[in-house]
């Protein structure tokens, strides 16, 4: 039975354009379309009109009053941690009492301490609480996520994660693009054989997932302290061979060396690049890869932000991303992504809302569904409260601006 939605009368609708076939760059990062006074008709969950004017708008089957209110694409949020056992907030007291992120590590607390709840929990467990963070993200406005695994750092918990990921995507009303990150951290029982656990990610993980089909990209924590870029190396290499693109942590608490890297393996992205020089800046702007900065990250965890202005100015290619996990972000909350963008890295609301639209779209390789509204696609949108502008998000950052979330032919009530 045909099902159809009208939104009528919208103040704006907001990214109104066919998707550029590549990542949006340097000035067209700062323009954002849009439509004043203008009405969507959907049927079927697919964008079958974009209308002008008011006059003879279609009938419905469900009508929405959008006046005064702003109409954009769902977020594109393409680096999470969805998926974990328990939340880690007696690290964030060990922070406010002096110790650092790296001290922490060390004495078997992050990745590791994730780890350890990650294997005494079920796979049903995992899913019901990545259920409820699915939803809560959702209502947040978020329309398609990337989930790593990397809190199991043994064959059978990577995969008990990647299968629950792969658990999400079967039921969830938004597209999810699954990450294996199995090179997130050197476990307790390989601390003094490195090479094993590389040879045990090389030689066992990789091939079972690939068996599996269980992920679409390969990551590795290319990082002082973690894993070398030699290693990385050997690792995104064992990944593309089983036809896994690399999507990879790099620059976050050193200068490591992972953007050139990520670059000599054709990276879909490199992401953090809080520690990144000149040189690095530069290679970005020149090459295909899409630098992803997540500002959430250093803000709670309170080491600098990347320099998203130089990246943005020098014509590199910016997505933002949540980086939603127990240890350094635990919130999912696009629009406060977007404050934090504006304030800390210093984009506009345009440049901040297109990073994380059409560019965080691409960041996934989901170009095709997300990030934009046009005709003909897949109705993801997001309707915000009453406000002057779409500006108001980013700046009101302590209010909750969305009042409804359209998925396909189901209209959420956020508020």
């Given at each position: 039975?045909?099902k159809?939605i009208?939104?009528?009368?919208a103040?704006?609708?907001?990214q109104t354009?066919?998707?550029?076939e ?5 000035a ?11 009405s969507?008709f959907?049927?079927n ?6 209308l ?6 279609p ?13 954009l694409?769902c ?19 060990d ?5 650092s ?6 004495r078997?607390?992050g ?5 350890n709840?990650l ?22 406005g978020?329309?398609?996520?990337e989930?790593?695994?990397g809190?199991g750092?043994?064959t059978?918990?990577?995969?008990k994660m ?7 995507k079967?039921?969830s ?5 699954a990450t294996?990150?199995?090179a ?18 090389i030689d066992?993980m ?12 390969i990551?590795v ?14 690792i ?5 061979g089983?036809g ?7 620059n976050q608490?050193?200068?490591?060396g992972?953007v ?6 054709n990276?879909?992205?490199v992401?953090?690049l809080e520690?990144?020089g000149?040189?690095?800046?530069a290679?970005?702007a ?8 997540l500002?959430?990250c ?7 932000f ?5 990246l ?11 980086d939603?996990?127990?240890?350094s972000?635990?919130?999912?909350k ?10 800390k ?7 901040a809302?297109?990073?994380?639209t059409i ?6 390789e ?6 934009v ?6 109705a993801?949108l997001?309707?915000?409260?009453p406000?002057?502008?779409?500006d108001?998000i980013?700046?009101?950052?302590g209010?909750?601006?969305i ?11 956020i508020?």
């Amino acid at each position: 039975m045909s099902k159809s939605i009208l939104i009528k009368r919208a103040k704006s609708i907001l990214q109104t354009r066919d998707m550029p076939e590549l990542p949006l760059r340097g000035a067209d990062l700062a323009h954002l379309p849009s439509l004043e006074n203008a009405s969507l008709f959907i049927r079927n969950g697919i964008i079958e009109r974009i209308l002008h004017s008011h006059d003879d708008l279609p009938e419905a089957d469900t009508v929405i009053d959008a006046k005064g209110r702003h109409i954009l694409p769902c977020w594109c949020d393409s680096h999470s941690h969805l998926v974990f056992a328990a939340s880690r907030e007696g690290e964030f007291v060990d922070r406010i009492n002096g110790l650092s992120y790296e001290e922490i590590a060390a004495r078997g607390g992050g990745i590791l301490n994730s780890a350890n709840k990650l294997h005494n929990a079920s796979e049903d467990e995992l899913y019901e609480s990545a259920w409820h963070r699915l939803q809560e993200i959702i209502n947040f406005g978020t329309g398609a996520i990337e989930i790593k695994s990397g809190y199991g750092l043994n064959t059978s918990d990577e995969l008990k994660m990647l299968r629950t990921i792969r658990r999400l995507k079967q039921n969830s009303p938004i597209p999810i693009k699954a990450t294996f990150l199995g090179a997130h951290a050197i476990p307790i029982k390989y601390k003094e054989n490195r090479e094993g656990y590389v040879r045990l990610i090389i030689d066992e993980m990789i091939p079972l997932i690939a068996d599996e089909g269980l992920a679409d990209y390969i990551d590795v924590f290319c990082e002082t302290g973690f894993f070398t870029t030699s290693e990385t190396e050997r690792i995104l290499e064992a990944g593309s061979g089983h036809g896994l693109r690399p999507k990879i942590h790099v620059n976050q608490l050193s200068n490591s060396g992972g953007v050139q890297t990520g670059i000599r393996h054709n990276a879909l992205t490199v992401d953090h690049l809080e520690q990144i020089g000149n040189e690095e800046i530069a290679l970005l702007a020149e090459s295909q890869v899409i630098a992803t900065l997540l500002p959430s990250c250093s803000f709670f965890i309170n080491i600098p932000f990347a320099p998203a202005r130089s990246l943005i100015d020098s014509g590199a290619a910016v997505a933002i991303a949540s980086d939603y996990n127990p240890g350094s972000t635990p919130s999912g909350k696009i629009p406060f992504l977007l404050s934090l963008a504006c304030i800390k890295l210093r984009m506009t609301p345009a440049e901040a809302i297109n990073a994380v639209t059409i560019n965080g779209a691409h960041a996934m390789e989901l170009q095709n569904e997300c990030g934009v509204i046009a005709e003909g696609r897949i109705a993801r949108l997001i309707l915000t409260k009453p406000m002057q502008s779409s500006d108001y998000i980013p700046y009101a950052f302590g209010s909750d601006h969305i009042e409804k979330v359209v998925l396909s032919s189901e209209v959420r009530e956020i508020c």
